[in-house]
């Protein structure tokens, strides 16, 4: 090799170099929330952790949070009740589309208030119609209800047959015993091949590191549910389940101004979700693709005893 | 140990590092086009640098139009990958003559396009620091995706396996033997097909997407790509004859010019039949499709792409009807409307739409960010640029300039070599 073309060589391979380096400069700039941490890293998939994997795991979960917010939250890892499967039952007629769910939704469930994520969508709907389309996503009345439409809040349908569970490649969502369809925000990849499946649009992605301000994070979480999100994965309602899992119910119910929110246990035959599923005619939105919701509407009936067709009336005979 | 295996422990390192080395060698020309490439992927690596810290907010994605630009880019390289075998159909199938020297440079566009598949892949992850959670926790047979990473990947191996095998006889002056890759062919053939049928069922899978859910969508990509896909190949054929002097017959790119023809006409033909059911119909779920061609409410981001596409399409497919198209200019005009007509057909023309209005019926439009199209054009120019090493160390071999026993001089490729290529399928 001559020495004119060691140092031209040497020029375009420094240069190269220098060029690489300059182009993964924005790097640098990467919070240390997001930074490579070993114990992340190595971090089990929520089915395949023990006892101890899952302390850790919340042990440093609560630094995390403490570094970030300045306060200790108490987070755990609550598991569903024996024989209950949860369902949801709307009241159409009594539903004035206030939005007060919406926002206690995300005051429980931490979601981010910039950019802002939530998980309910209440639509109005003209009257005469119960398709989706017609419904008015950004409705801004002083007051509600208006006389003309009624409302329709929609979210999460945790449905029997998800779609989202069945397209993820790498299981980081997944159906749990009670009928709540969970995420596990550590393994998720952040593909969004369940938002795309999703027919409810229920399904919430980080675009970028959620924020949400310091005095109003809820420190009572749990590992599968309000726990902060990290930026690059999904997030969607779970029905409250560190409240209801332990009796409560779901803050989108407690605020409801007026009962127009039923909750609870379907394979209890004394629940009221069970009465109102039993008596009232209830429907789900989309019964076409088949996704089985455990989310149901219905309209208040005017006079119920007399539309109840008494036993032994016959039918009209072709 | 046997002596085989023991001089291929040798040599196949010092035929990667000659390759290597090789990659950097070339006149003027090669270099400012390896220079330009090399500076536009640096660009998107820059990009994808700033999205990687800030997340995919960098992009014109939303929770609405939740993917975009990277799956549409995405969808239509698993075409082009997939059009490999329109080469080698004709070659391995029907003993095509004129196409026997050529059908190396389809599988190497192949490998070229499945790395920027890839990358596109890996681009629009939320947690591309997760990958290895596929490995770990494999949803498959229930998620078509895990289908489609094996699809792709073994497409990968497949066509690697093939070219490198026959570029690494040639370099040794052996014949091939037909048992270590005549099989891999033939599973070639029926994987390439199964790569974009995957694909499409990616999408015509979602009973929650009536846009997408439709029996359709699998034939048209497939239409699609052997006619995308191939004139691809007709326009680097071209180049590689004209800067390197590699012999590419008349016959050989009107063979592909009749394949082309033929699929661009079916891709019309099922384009048609989807347009008809849509909207002769009228039912609530052609909404998207509404929006695609004429817009809603006021809301039409989408129409000029759509109407652009299909006249480049329907011009493309005009010129390759009429004898004008046996001049070479006209061919590749015809080539060029089409590669840009079905990309664009691919992405503004099927992912897109998809996602409006979303399943609640909320009008979102998309638009991509500057940042998200430099990193798109950052994938694609690293992708020629792979190609570009790949067709560069490969014509040499088979020209029998650069062999395990000859020194290969280090300067510009020579025209006019009236050496016959070594490769013989």
């Excluded at chain 1, 007629?93 to 926002?103: A, D, F, N, W």
């Excluded at chain 2, 099927?350 to 979303?358: E, R």
Aim: charged share 20%; aromatic share 12%.
């Amino acid at each position: 090799m001559t020495r004119r073309s060691f140092l031209r060589r040497g020029t375009a391979a420094t240069g190269a170099v220098a060029a690489l380096a300059a182009s993964l400069s924005p790097l640098k700039e990467i919070t240390d929330t997001d930074s490579f941490s070993m114990s992340k890293f190595l971090q089990k998939h929520y089915k395949e952790m023990d006892g101890k994997d899952m302390a850790s795991a919340l042990e440093r979960i609560s630094k995390e949070v403490e570094k970030r917010y300045d306060i200790r939250p108490n987070i755990r890892d609550i598991k569903p009740m024996d024989g209950v499967e949860f369902v949801y039952a709307l009241n159409l007629t009594r539903c004035i589309g206030c939005r007060k769910c919406v926002h206690a939704c995300v005051a429980e469930n931490n979601q981010s208030h910039s950019p802002e994520i939530q998980y309910i969508r209440v639509l109005e709907m003209p009257r005469g119609s119960l398709d989706i389309e017609q419904g008015n996503h950004h409705y801004d009345r002083p007051t509600v209800p208006d006389e003309d439409h009624f409302y329709m809040p929609i979210q999460c349908h945790q449905c029997a047959n998800p779609p989202c569970v069945k397209v993820c490649p790498v299981e980081a969502t997944w159906q749990e015993p009670d009928g709540i369809t969970v995420i596990d925000y550590d393994w998720c990849i952040g593909c969004r091949y369940c938002e795309a499946a999703c027919p409810y649009w229920a399904r919430r992605f980080n675009f970028t590191r959620p924020e949400i301000p310091k005095d109003k994070l809820n420190t009572n979480m749990s590992y599968l549910s309000n726990r902060p999100r990290q930026k690059g994965v999904m997030e969607k309602c779970h029905f409250c389940l560190h409240r209801t899992r332990e009796g409560k119910m779901p803050a989108c119910l407690e605020v409801c101004p007026t009962g127009a929110r039923k909750f609870g246990n379907i394979l209890d035959p004394k629940s009221e979700v069970r009465q109102i599923l039993e008596s009232k005619r209830v429907f789900v939105l989309k019964q076409e693709v088949g996704t089985l919701p455990r989310f149901f509407y219905y309209f208040d009936e005017r006079d119920p005893i007399n539309l109840k067709v008494p036993t032994g009336t016959e039918g009209d005979r072709p | 140990m046997t002596n085989d295996t023991k001089s291929f422990i040798h040599e196949y390192p010092r035929f990667l590092w000659r390759c290597f080395r090789l990659s950097f060698v070339g006149d003027w020309k090669y270099y400012s086009w390896m220079f330009t490439l090399s500076v536009i992927a640096l660009f998107g690596l820059n990009a994808y640098a700033k999205q990687f810290v800030q997340g995919l907010g960098t992009t014109g994605m939303s929770d609405q139009v939740s993917w975009g630009l990277y799956i549409a880019n995405f969808t239509y390289l698993v075409g082009v990958a997939a059009a490999a075998v329109m080469l080698v159909i004709p070659v391995y199938i029907y003993k095509n003559k004129e196409l026997h020297n050529l059908v190396i440079f389809g599988e190497l566009l192949a490998v070229s396009a499945i790395l920027m598949c890839l990358l596109f892949i890996t681009a629009d992850l939320g947690r591309p620091d997760r990958f290895h959670h596929l490995l770990l926790r494999f949803n498959f047979p229930r998620s078509i995706l895990t289908w489609d990473v094996i699809a792709l990947n073994g497409y990968l191996l497949l066509n690697l396996h093939i070219c490198g095998y026959l570029i690494y006889c040639a370099y040794n002056k052996r014949t091939p033997t037909r048992k270590f890759y005549i099989p891999f062919v033939f599973i070639a053939i029926v994987w390439a097909i199964s790569i974009h049928t995957v694909t499409a069922f990616l999408y015509s899978g979602l009973g929650g997407r009536p846009f997408w859910n439709s029996a359709v969508i699998a034939p048209r990509f497939l239409a699609s790509a052997f006619a995308a896909g191939p004139a691809i190949i007709v326009l680097t054929l071209q180049v590689i004859r004209a800067s390197t002097g590699y012999p590419v017959s008349e016959k050989a790119i009107g063979t592909l010019k009749k394949i082309i023809t033929v699929a661009l006409a079916i891709n019309m033909f099922l384009l048609g039949s989807e347009v008809f059911t849509e909207f002769y119909t009228g039912a609530a779920h052609s909404i998207s499709a509404q929006y695609l061609y004429f817009g809603l409410d006021g809301r039409h981001a989408l129409v000029p792409w759509i109407w652009t596409s299909i006249a480049l399409n329907t011009f493309a497919l005009v010129a390759l009807f009429t004898p004008a198209s046996n001049k070479r200019w006209v061919l590749n005009v015809a080539c060029a409307a089409m590669i840009v007509g079905i990309w664009i057909e691919k992405g503004m023309g099927l992912i897109v739409p998809a996602f409006i209005p979303s399943p609640l019926g909320e009008i979102v439009e998309y638009k991509p960010t500057l940042n998200e199209i430099l990193v798109s054009i950052g994938i694609w120019a690293f992708g020629i640029l792979i190609y570009t090493i790949l067709v560069r160390v490969t014509i040499p071999v088979l020209y029998g300039e650069l062999l395990v026993d000859k020194v290969y001089r280090t300067d510009a490729v020579q025209k006019d070599v009236n050496t016959s290529p070594a490769l013989t399928p």
